[in-house]
Structure formats: structure tokens, C-alpha cells
């Protein structure tokens, strides 16, 4: 288990992004929804993005291999979420984590 911290104003920063994206609407499992994900790709992988605050806790599943049926790519509330997920791992250097398959 590995544990980390950030700053007040990067929490903030993230929270703020979550509620442009529309996290906080979204359901938790993005693959059984069939408004966002009418088409499921095989393969692909699964990113959970979780907020805990004092009082609640919102958490989305978010399959990444949901696409639309007529335009073959993400829709738009999952293009907004993956940006976020992004984000997310940009802002919390989330890449220190990962080890290549080659050092495991």
C-alpha cells in the first residue's frame, strides 16, 4: 500500500474539475449504462476515479472501451471524463506509481 498527499489548492483544483465534468452525475458503472455506452469494444481497460469528502463519496467505473454507435468514439459526457481522469493523473503524478511490466 502506498500512501500520498497534495496540496488544499490541487484538491480544490480537481474537485472544481470534477464538477465541469460532470462526475458527480454520472453513474457509478459507466459499462451498464446504454446512453453512454451503446457499444462495448473488447479489451480495453477500466479506470475507477473515487472523491471522498467529509459527508459523501461518489465513485465511477468508467470502461474504456464504450464508444457511439454512429460516430465509432466516446461521447461526449466520457471524452469530459477521461479528460478529468487525466488530469487527475497529471496533477497527482500518478506515472511514479506504475512500474513497466519489464521491472515487476
Given at each position: 500500500?502506498?500512501?500520498?498527499t497534495?496540496?488544499?489548492?490541487t ?76 488530469e487527475?493523473?497529471?496533477a ?12 515487476r
Amino acid at each position: 500500500m502506498a500512501l500520498d498527499t497534495t496540496s488544499a489548492g490541487t484538491l480544490s483544483s480537481l474537485v472544481s474539475m470534477a464538477h465541469q465534468a460532470g462526475f458527480f452525475e454520472l453513474p457509478y458503472d459507466i459499462l451498464h449504462d446504454r446512453a453512454l455506452c451503446p457499444i462495448a469494444r473488447t479489451d480495453a481497460p477500466t479506470v475507477t476515479t473515487s472523491i471522498f469528502a467529509r459527508d459523501s463519496a461518489k465513485a465511477v467505473k468508467n470502461y474504456h472501451g464504450c464508444v457511439d454507435s454512429t460516430l465509432n468514439s466516446a461521447t461526449p459526457q466520457l471524452v469530459r471524463l477521461r479528460a478529468f481522469e487525466t488530469e487527475i493523473d497529471s496533477a497527482l503524478k500518478s506515472s511514479r506509481w506504475v512500474r513497466p511490466a519489464s521491472r515487476r
